[in-house]
């Protein structure tokens, strides 16, 4: 959804970047958490020589998800500043700027 939204935006600005790295960003790491969590699923815990692996994946994992969390609130404090003008076009703006100002003259 924070992809879809920052891709409607018309208007690009520094923390339009920004946003767009981080939602980038936070895909690919939750694609490496896929991964992560796949290894955790087929590895076998009742195998001694490899619960210490396994252990060291999980904590990785949870790792990971927080840092996920972290990045998706980051986008969202980020994309609260974004202006909802910002979604329109120049021609709109400009003729939503000149009912403005004609509302303020009457």
């Known amino acids: 959804m924070q992809l879809r939204t920052l891709i409607l935006q018309k208007h690009h600005d520094g923390v339009w970047i920004a946003c767009l790295v981080l939602v980038c ?13 796949y290894v955790l699923v087929k590895g ?3 195998n001694p020589q490899k619960q210490t692996k396994l252990e060291q994946y ?3 994992a949870f790792s990971i998800i927080a840092i996920v ?9 980020l994309m609260l500043t974004t202006n909802p003008k ?7 703006l400009e003729l939503l700027q000149q009912q403005q100002q004609q509302q303020k003259l009457k």
Do not use: M
Not at 69 to 77: A, K
Not at 86 to 92: A, I, V, Y
């Open 58 to 60: 999980n904590t990785f």
């Open 44 to 46: 076998d815990i009742r």
């Open 25 to 37: 960003l936070s895909i690919i790491i939750q694609f490496g958490l896929a991964w992560i969590l």
């Open 69 to 77: 969390s972290i990045i998706n609130v980051i986008i969202n404090i």
């Open 86 to 92: 910002s979604f329109l076009d120049d021609r709109t």
